[in-house]
């Protein structure tokens, strides 16, 4: 049986060396995607709304479970050790 864990998962793949976290064996979780990418602003104006409290989930983006998020939307993804699991785990071929 195939341990559910990251590094056996398709959707993940350990990071260039150079990257963050390489020394250490780590990886990218390719499912989890920069929340600023799937998202859309709201029309109407909420003065309670802060930092992205006016983003709304894409139609086609409502199914994920995860999202990279930082405070400059430049870049963000999750970084995981190989024995790390979830429930999106989806085996290599």
Request: contains cysteine; charged residues 25%; proline residues 5%.
């Given at each position: 049986?195939t341990?559910m864990?990251?590094a056996?998962c ?17 990886g990218?979780c ?12 709201v029309?109407?104006?909420d003065?309670?709304?802060?930092v ?5 989930l894409?139609?086609?983006s ?17 970084i ?6 979830c429930?999106?785990f989806?085996?290599?071929?």
């Amino acid at each position: 049986m195939t341990t559910m864990s990251c590094a056996t998962c398709k959707k993940w793949g350990r990071v260039e060396k150079g990257n963050a976290g390489w020394r250490d064996g780590l990886g990218r979780c390719t499912n989890v995607p920069n929340f600023y990418d799937v998202t859309d602003q709201v029309a109407e104006f909420d003065p309670e709304d802060g930092v992205a409290g006016d983003l709304v989930l894409k139609p086609g983006s409502k199914s994920l479970k995860a999202f990279g998020l930082d405070g400059s939307g430049y870049q963000a993804f999750l970084i995981t050790a190989p024995d790390f699991g979830c429930v999106s785990f989806d085996p290599k071929d």
